[in-house]
């Protein structure tokens, strides 16, 4: 197929054609958001295309998805980030393909040229080539698979009190979630304190010593990013909350109804959670060269491209090797962040015929949180674990928030949650039928992740 029948050809409209050199920002992720705002108010034009027009804070998504924060306190309009830098455009868009010959980008809104372009698309939920688990278990990567999950446990407790059968109210009733890194963790402990301290009260009607919480772990240890002192603390903390933890255990298959384990007894349940791993999102006009075997792209020491001169990879979607990080840096937001910082510093020295910087990641630590006043946090300096490690979490987390409002929002909820332990956003919102005709903007395309 060629490219005239595949993209639109014709130029995105009302983007002014400028002196000043055109950086593009694909992906308004930690990294792309980090580098356009230090851009701004710079001799660059910068163009930033995202598939949303909000930017999404994913290390609280699962508490939208657990209903203890709307979903509007975790994202941030990025028009109104902008409002005031004039050489900041943002446009909505779905970048498909690059030509690096001519430095030109082919969008679902047209073509866009560039002369630096700038990669920042994330990564996306790895199913390991496993299509029924592709199929029929929910991820947790946007704000819209939160809703979902949000939406999907509601439902199946207001469907499982118009049983009568026992038998037939486990499957709907017990929740898996694969995966035993952070999100993995949080969203385990999350659902749990539901079962434990709210859905009794929602639902007099049934026996939660029924709803099992399970967590899946293939390999043998929890948080293997952490201490062996906060990975057992952390296990501890899912355990009193009753979460069922069960590592070296792999997951063969799912068709919806059943897990199946591979050496165990396999578990009913309609709620299957994937948080086992991430793939980097991929891009079409990338050489296979340029690839590594799990599908980051190749970058060196400046983030830039291997074999090319304009082009630039930031975040999850790079590769990049250091003496301490030889297969590459952990694909988390503080290493996007940090390459943004570097990137933005280089591209203003650039203005100035000034001299780039290598990038060095500097490890800040990491953290997790279990259930209420259940943390563990390690800091170069320190690690801490319990109450005053959970403090430290939600302070860090709630400083990282973009906006006040945001902040604010998101302070007197978790007040709320701490005194009364009862979150109030346990809304079934179902989402209405769209029709094919009117589905382009209003229905999430995957074509880009596929």
Sequence with gaps: MSLENEYPLNPIPNIPDSIQKRVVIVGAGFAGLKLARKLAGTAYQVVLLDKNNYHMFQPLLYQVATAALPPNAVSFPLRRIFHSSSNVLFRMAIVRSIDKKQKRIFTNLGVLDYDILVLSQGANTNYFGNENIHRYSAPMKTTSEALYIRNKIISNYERAVNISEEKERKPIMNVVIVGGGATGVELAGSIAELRNNVFP??????SFKNM????IEAGNTLLSGLSEKSREKALEYLQRLGVEVMLNT????????????????PIETITLLWAAGVKANSMKGVDPEQKAPNNRILVDEYNRLIG?????????????KEDKFPNGHPQVAQVAIQQANNLAANLKKALKGGRWNPFIYRDLGSMATIGKKMAVVDLPFMSMRGFFAWFVWLFVHLMAILGVKNKLQ?????????LSFDPSLRLLIRPRYVKPSKREWLIEDRDYEL
């Design 308 to 320: 090319e001169e304009d082009i630039f990879v930031l975040g999850d979607q790079c590769l990049l």
């Design 410 to 418: 998101i302070f007197i909820t978790w007040a709320w949650k701490y």
């Design 212 to 215: 099992r919480v399970i967590l």
């Design 201 to 206: 009260k929602d639902y007099p009607q049934l």
């Design 250 to 265: 792999l997951v063969e298959d799912y068709d919806g109804f059943t897990v199946k384990l591979k050496g165990k007894q």
